[in-house]
C-alpha cells in the first residue's frame, strides 16, 4: 500500500482546481483512500488511467456506503440503534461511493477514491466514471438501486437487482422493509413479534 | 480520452435495417435452461442476428449485503457459500482473508496449506463441470457433463470428508480453517489428484480436436484486450484475452508465492480460448496440489490469539480479493468497532463479466449467444447476491 500523500499533490497538479482530502484507515489493512470533490471527478479519473506510472487501467470494486448523519461519531463503539429517522436525518448525513482501482499493467494498487453526495435526501448527484471504466456500469447501476445515488452522465441507468416498480432504496440504514411478505409459519423472535403485529396484535 | 468513445456501449446502435425486415424482441431466460440459472436476457433480432443484448437481474436477490449488517462477522461466514455455490471454500477464503486484513490477523502455516489445497481442489470441479456445461450448452447432451460430474463428484467426496458438507463448506475461519484433516484425507486427496491428469487428458482427447466444438467456438464471442481491461473482467475469460494477470501471481495472497506454476494465456478471446484456459489452469492446479500435498507442514490450524466470540475488528475498512475460479473475488468491510460490520459489499466476478455480454454477442447469431454466455461462467447466487 503506497502512501497517498505524494499522488495527492501529483493530482493537484495536473487537475487544477480539484480538491483532495486523504481519508485515514486506522485499521491494520492501512487501505487509505482519496475523498474527491465531484466536480473533479472525471478529470481525476482520467489522469489516473492516463498517466504513464500510474496506469489505473481497471476499477476493480465500485460500492456505496450511507452515513446518516452524525454517523462518524459512531466509530466509538456503539451499537446502532437509533432506527428512528426523521425527514431533517435524511437532509443531513451522507451518501458515500466508493472505487478500488487497480491498474492491471503496472500490477499495483489499490488507490481508492470516493465521492460524496451532499445530503440524503434530493443532492444525491455524482458524476459517474462510466466513461473511464467501463466496468462500473453495473456497479453504479446497483449502488442506484440500492442506495439510491444517482450518476449524471451514466447511459443506462436502471434499476439492477431490484425490481423496476420498487421506490425505496434497501442498503440504506434506514431502510423498513415492507409488511407485506408471507410469514414462515414457524416464526419466532422478531419475526414472530412482527407477525404479531402483522396480525393485529395477538397471535 | 473516453472509454465511451474507444467502446461505444451497444445502446446506441441502431440495427442496419434494409427497410422489409422486422426486428424481434425475444425474452431468453429466466426459465431457458441454457441460462445457468434464473437469469433473462432481453435479446433484439435481424432475423437471426443479435443487434441488441440486455440482460436483466435479480431474480435470486436476497440483499446478501444487507442480512450480513446484521450479522456477525463469522456469522456471514456460511452465508459466503451460498454465493457461488460451486466454490463455497473460495468465497470463505476471500471472505476470511478481507476479516484477516481488516483486523490484522495471522494465519499458520498448516491453514495457509489446507486454503491452498481446498482451493485448488475447487478450482479443478469448478472449471470440469463447466466445461461440462459448455458442451451442453453446445448440444452435447449428458455425456461430457457427466464425465465432468463424476469428477467432480469424487473431489466432493473429499470436501465432505474434510467439512461435513459436499457444497456448503463453510471451512474457513478468521486466522485458519475449522477441522483439521481426517485420518487418510491425505491420501485419498493424492490419490484424487493423481487420477485427474488422466481425466484430462481423455476428456481433452474428446474434445479438442472435435470438429463440431471447433466450429463452433473459433472465433466466436471475440473480447478484446483493451475492452477486456477497461470492463473488469477478470478470471479465466480475462487470461483469454491475454492480459496476465492472476492474483494468485500479482498479490501472492496466502502462500502462492512459493509454489512453482505458470499463468497459461489465450491469444484470440474467444469461446475456444477461453475453453482452452480451463483446461490448461486445471494442470496448473494439480501441479500447486501436488506441492501443496508434499509441503504441508505440521502444526495448529487456527490462530489461537483470534477471538471466535465478540469478535470486533477495530473501526476502519479492507478491501480482500483473491483469484476464484470464476474471477477476482473480493469483500470490502467497514468497521466501526461493533460485532457486525458496518458495511459488506461483494464484489461479484460473475457480475461483473457479464458488462461484455453485449459486446461478445452484438452480430453473432441467436445460437452463439448461449454458449457465449456459457463460456463467461456465472453463477446467479452470485450474480443477485
Not at chain 1, 434506514?174 to 409459519?185: A, N, R, T
Not at chain 2, 445502446?11 to 424482441?25: I, M, R, V
Amino acid at each position: 500500500m503506497m502512501t497517498l500523500e505524494p499522488l495527492k499533490l501529483e493530482i493537484e497538479a495536473n487537475v487544477p482546481g480539484c480538491r483532495l482530502e486523504i481519508i485515514p484507515n486506522p485499521s491494520s489493512s492501512a487501505q487509505h483512500s482519496m475523498l474527491i470533490d465531484a466536480e473533479h471527478a472525471v478529470a481525476v479519473a482520467t489522469f489516473l488511467r492516463g498517466a504513464p506510472h500510474h496506469r489505473f487501467d481497471y476499477c476493480s470494486n465500485v460500492t456505496g456506503i450511507d452515513w446518516p448523519a452524525p454517523s462518524k461519531a459512531k466509530e466509538t463503539g456503539d451499537a446502532l440503534e437509533e432506527d428512528v429517522e426523521s425527514a431533517e436525518a435524511a437532509a443531513t448525513g451522507y451518501l458515500e461511493v466508493v472505487y478500488h482501482l487497480y491498474s492491471m499493467e503496472l500490477k499495483h494498487g489499490p488507490v481508492i477514491l470516493r465521492m460524496r453526495t451532499q445530503d440524503r435526501a434530493t443532492r444525491v448527484h455524482l458524476p459517474s466514471l462510466i466513461s473511464i471504466w467501463r466496468s462500473v456500469d453495473f456497479q453504479e447501476r446497483e449502488v442506484f438501486d440500492l442506495f439510491g445515488v444517482i450518476f449524471d452522465g451514466h447511459p443506462d441507468l436502471r434499476r439492477l437487482l431490484m425490481w423496476d416498480e420498487f421506490t425505496d432504496f434497501p442498503m440504506r440504514r434506514d431502510y423498513v422493509e415492507p409488511d407485506d411478505y408471507e410469514y414462515e409459519p414457524t416464526a419466532h423472535d422478531k419475526v414472530l413479534l412482527k407477525t404479531m403485529q402483522h396480525q393485529g396484535g395477538t397471535a | 480520452m473516453s472509454a465511451i468513445a474507444e467502446f461505444p456501449s451497444a445502446a446506441h446502435l441502431t440495427p442496419s435495417s434494409d427497410g422489409d425486415s422486422q426486428l424481434l424482441e425475444v425474452s431468453m431466460g429466466p426459465q431457458h435452461p441454457s441460462t445457468h440459472g434464473v437469469f433473462r436476457m432481453d435479446v433484439v433480432l435481424d432475423g437471426e442476428t443479435v443487434v441488441k443484448l440486455k440482460p436483466i437481474f435479480g431474480y435470486l436477490h436476497r440483499n446478501h449485503e444487507k442480512i450480513a449488517e446484521d450479522e456477525t462477522y463469522l456469522g456471514s461466514m456460511p452465508y459466503t457459500d451460498r454465493l457461488d455455490y460451486f466454490c463455497s471454500l473460495t468465497n470463505n477464503w476471500a471472505y476470511a482473508l478481507a476479516v484477516e486484513t481488516l483486523a490484522g490477523v495471522q494465519v499458520p502455516e498448516r491453514a495457509q496449506y489446507l486454503r491452498v489445497i481446498t482451493a485448488e481442489l475447487t478450482r479443478l470441479q469448478n472449471h470440469a463441470s463447466l466445461i461440462g456445461f459448455l458442451m451442453q450448452d453446445m448440444g452435447a447432451s449428458g455425456t461430457p457433463l457427466m464425465y465432468a460430474f463424476r469428477e467432480r463428484e469424487k473431489i466432493l467426496d473429499l470436501f465432505e470428508a474434510l467439512t461435513g458438507a459436499r457444497m456448503m463448506c463453510n471451512y474457513m475461519r478468521f486466522g485458519g480453517c475449522r477441522v483439521d484433516l481426517p485420518a487418510g484425507w491425505l491420501e485419498q486427496a493424492k490419490q484424487v489428484v493423481a487420477a485427474f491428469p488422466r481425466f484430462l487428458d481423455q476428456y481433452e482427447s474428446l474434445l479438442a480436436g472435435n470438429e463440431i466444438l471447433m466450429a463452433r467456438t473459433q472465433g466466436v464471442g471475440v473480447l478484446s484486450r483493451e475492452l477486456a481491461i477497461n470492463a473488469g473482467i477478470t478470471g479465466p475469460v480475462l487470461r483469454a484475452c491475454g492480459v496476465n494477470y492472476d492474483l494468485r501471481k500479482v498479490d501472492k495472497y496466502g502462500i502462492y508465492d512459493r509454489f512453482n506454476f505458470r499463468i497459461p494465456l489465450g491469444d484470440h478471446g474467444d469461446v475456444y480460448d477461453r475453453y482452452m484456459i480451463r483446461v490448461l489452469e486445471m494442470r496448473e492446479s494439480i501441479k500447486i496440489l501436488e506441492q501443496a500435498m508434499r509441503d504441508l507442514p505440521e502444526g495448529p490450524i487456527t490462530d489461537p490469539k483470534t477471538k471466535v466470540r465478540n469478535f470486533r475488528p477495530k473501526p476502519g475498512e479492507a478491501y480482500g480479493r483473491i483469484e476464484a475460479p470464476k474471477g477476482e473475488l473480493g469483500f470490502y468491510l467497514i468497521s466501526d468497532g461493533t460485532p457486525n460490520p458496518y458495511r459488506y459489499r461483494v464484489r461479484p466476478p460473475s457480475l461483473i463479466n457479464l458488462t461484455v455480454l453485449e459486446d461478445m454477442c452484438l452480430g453473432r447469431n441467436i445460437a452463439d449467444v448461449v454458449i457465449i454466455l456459457g463460456s463467461i461462467d456465472i453463477v446467479m447466487g452470485e450474480v443477485d447476491r
